[in-house]
DNA sequence: TTTAGCACTCATCTTCATTGAGTGCTAACA
DNA sequence: TGTTAGCACTCAATGAAGATGAGTGCTAAA
C-alpha cells in the first residue's frame, strides 16, 4: 500500500485540485502544505504515484490531477468526515422541517437545501409506493358511476385515483366494502399484495373488485409511483469542467429523462447508508467525469427512497458525504415522525 | 409604415437569421430570396429599415440582425400561422391523452411535448386552485387526532391535507360535517370563500371548523397550490445563443426559482389566448435575450392555468406560435372532459 | 429608381514567437 | 540510500501580426 509521505502527497494533491481546479505542480505542494520535503522529492513520490495510477498527468509539462483510482482511495482512506456544529445540524433539520406536513414538500425542500449547500445538482427519488404499508384505504362515491379510491400509507402518504365503473354503488355499500379492504389491507405493504389477494379482492368485490386491483393496485406496483425531482441544475455550470457546454448538456439530458435518472441511481439504492460512485465506476457512460454522492433515507426501519449529489469527479467529498448524510437522516427522521 | 419590398425584405432577414443564427447579408437575400432586385437594392432597403429600428447591425462589416422591434412586427404583420395537418394534429392530441386520467401527468406530458416538438425550454403553470370549482368534500377519520381532509375540485383534482384535531370525534360526527361542509361549498369556487362562509364554517363545526379554515381552505388560497414545471433545459444550450456558458446560467437559475418562474408567467396569464413576450418586452432583466410564448388553458370557460416556451429571440416564431396554441387548447379539451 | 463597381471596415482565422509552469534526469550531498 | 539542487526540456497558453473575406456605403452610370 501506500506509505505515509505519499499519502499526504496524494492527499495534498487532491485538496489543491479541488480547490482550484488547475493540475498541481510539486512547488505549489511544497509551499502550501509544508510537508519539510523539497519539490523534487515530491516530484518523485508525484511520479510513483501516476506510476500506480493513483495521479494522473494531462501532458508532461502540466502538473497532476487525481484519477478516479485516486479519489476512491482519498474517500476510503484518507478523507476525514466533516462534522457540523450544533448551530449547522439544528439549522438544516429546521429548514426542512418547516414543511414537514407534506410529503411532497418535505423532499422537495430536502433536495433543493441539498443542491443550495453542495453548490452541485442534487436528485431525489421520493418514496417507493411499494416498501410502504397501508394505513387506510377508503372509497367515496363522488357520482353516479364514478369513485374516488383513496390510499393512505405509512408515512402519511396519500394516493387517490379516480375510477369509473358500469355498475352504481350506494354510499353504505361502499362504507361495507372500505370496511372489508381495510381489514384486508391494514398493515401490509404493497410488495407484499400477492396474486392471491389480488384474486380474493376481486372475488369478495365483484366488479368494483376488478376495477380496484387493475386500476389502482396493479397500476400502482407497476409504476411504483417513482418520482424523480432534481434541483440547481444551474449550479454545476459554475464549475469549470463544465465550462464546454456540450458536456454540460449530456448532463442536462439525463436530468430530463426520468427512466436514466432513475436507472442511475438504481444502484446506490441497493446499499444502505452513503454510496460513492466516482467517474468510471459509474456505469452511464456520460456520467463517467461525475461523481454520485447518494444515501438512502427510511421510514422507521424501510429503505424507502434515495436522495443524493451528482457533481464533477473534483468534488469536495468529505463535505458532500456529510451533507448528503445529514440531510438523509433528518429526511428519514421527519417521515418517520410523520407516521 | 413598410412597404411592400421593406416587408419582404425584413421578412427574409428573419427567416435567414432564425435558420442560421449568422448575420445576415443583402446578397444571401438576392441569391435565396429571389426578390427580382440586386444586393445594392437591398442593401439600400436594409439601411433604411435599420434607420427605422427594425434591423441592427452588430458591426460595421457585418450583416444585419432583427431587433425586438423587427421581430414584433414580424410576429404581429408578416408571419403566416404554420397549419398542422390533421395527422400531425392527431399524433400531438393522441400523444398527450394517453395521460387523461391524472390531471398532474397530463399536464406534465403537455410540457414534454412541447419541449421537444420546439427544441426549447417549455414551462407550464399547474391549475390554480383558486379558479377551480369544488366538487366533493370529504372528511375521514384516520385515528384519534388525525383527520384526512379531501377536496375533489372541478377538473377531477384531488387535493388533501392531514390535520390533526385536540378534542376526538366519532365517524358519525365527521359523516355529518362532511355533508354539511359539501352543501355550503359545492359549486362554488376557492376565490368566492369568503370571509363570511370562514366564519360560518368556524361557528358551525367548532374547533374542527377553525383548523380546516385556518389549515386546509386559507392555506390553500394563499399558496393557491401554483406549481410550475419545466421541462427540456438541455435544449437550450444547443442554440449558438447559449454557448456562453454563464448566460445559459442565469436562465436555468430563473428556472429553478419557483417564484421567479411565476413571476415571470403573471404577466402572459392575464390575456386571453397566446401572448407573445419578444426580448426588452420582458421585465426581467436576465431574459432579455430571450422571447416567450405562451397561452393559457382552460377548464370550461374558465382560465386555469398557463403553458408556453422560453427560448432565444431569435425563434420560428410561426411555429412556436401554432405549437403553443394547439398543445394549450389539447390541454383544456383533456381537461374539460376530466371533468 | 436601380444597379454595377469600388474602396473600406472589421471580425475571424492562421501563423509564429514568447512565456512560464512544470517535469525528468543527473550529480552532489547527508 | 534517500534527498535535494540544478538544468535542460516540453508544451499549453498568450498575444501580436498578417491574411482573408464577408459585408457595407458611396458614387456614378444606366
Given at each position: 500500500m501506500l506509505d505515509e509521505r505519499k499519502r499526504l502527497v496524494l492527499r495534498a494533491v487532491i485538496e489543491d485540485y479541488v480547490e482550484t481546479a488547475e493540475p498541481v505542480g510539486s512547488r505549489t505542494i511544497a509551499r502550501k502544505?509544508?510537508?519539510?520535503?523539497?519539490p523534487a522529492t515530491i516530484r518523485n513520490e508525484m511520479a510513483d504515484l501516476e506510476e500506480t495510477g493513483y495521479l494522473h498527468q494531462p501532458h508532461v509539462s502540466a502538473g497532476r490531477v487525481p484519477s478516479d483510482k485516486g479519489y476512491r482511495f482519498y474517500v476510503d482512506v484518507l478523507m476525514e468526515p466533516h462534522t457540523f456544529s450544533e448551530r449547522e445540524y439544528g439549522v438544516i433539520y429546521r429548514e426542512i422541517s418547516?414543511?414537514?406536513?407534506e410529503m411532497e414538500r418535505l423532499i422537495r425542500e430536502a433536495t433543493r437545501l441539498l443542491a443550495l449547500l453542495t453548490q452541485s445538482i442534487s436528485v431525489v427519488v421520493a418514496p417507493?409506493?411499494?416498501r410502504l404499508v397501508f394505513k387506510h384505504v377508503q372509497l367515496v362515491l363522488l357520482d353516479e358511476n364514478s369513485i374516488l379510491v383513496i390510499l393512505v400509507l405509512q408515512p402519511g402518504i396519500v394516493k387517490n385515483k379516480l375510477i369509473k365503473t358500469e355498475q352504481s354503488y350506494s354510499p353504505a355499500q361502499l362504507h361495507e366494502i372500505s370496511t372489508a379492504l381495510n381489514q384486508k389491507l391494514k398493515g401490509i405493504t404493497y410488495r407484499e399484495l400477492g396474486p392471491t389477494v389480488f384474486s380474493e379482492i376481486i372475488r369478495d368485490f365483484g366488479e368494483i373488485g376488478t376495477v380496484l386491483v387493475e386500476l389502482v393496485f396493479r397500476g400502482l406496483t407497476e409504476d411504483k409511483g417513482e418520482q424523480v425531482y432534481s434541483s440547481?441544475?444551474?449550479?454545476?455550470?459554475?464549475q469549470p469542467e463544465f465550462q464546454d457546454v456540450d458536456r454540460a448538456r449530456v448532463l442536462l439530458e439525463i436530468l430530463d429523462e426520468k427512466e436514466r435518472l432513475l436507472s442511475l441511481l438504481s444502484d446506490a439504492s441497493k446499499s444502505r447508508g452513503v454510496h460513492i460512485a466516482i467517474g468510471h465506476e459509474n456505469p452511464h457512460e456520460e456520467m463517467q467525469d461525475c461523481s454520485l454522492v447518494t444515501s438512502t433515507y427510511h421510514v422507521g426501519r424501510d429503505v424507502v427512497g434515495t436522495i443524493g449529489v451528482i457533481g464533477p469527479?473534483?468534488?469536495?467529498y468529505a463535505r458532500v458525504v456529510s451533507l448528503v448524510d445529514l440531510i438523509a437522516s433528518s429526511l428519514s427522521e421527519l417521515l418517520t415522525e410523520l407516521k
Open positions: 502544505h509544508n510537508l519539510g520535503v523539497s418547516g414543511y414537514y406536513r417507493r409506493m411499494d440547481g441544475t444551474a449550479n454545476i455550470l459554475q469527479t473534483r468534488m469536495e
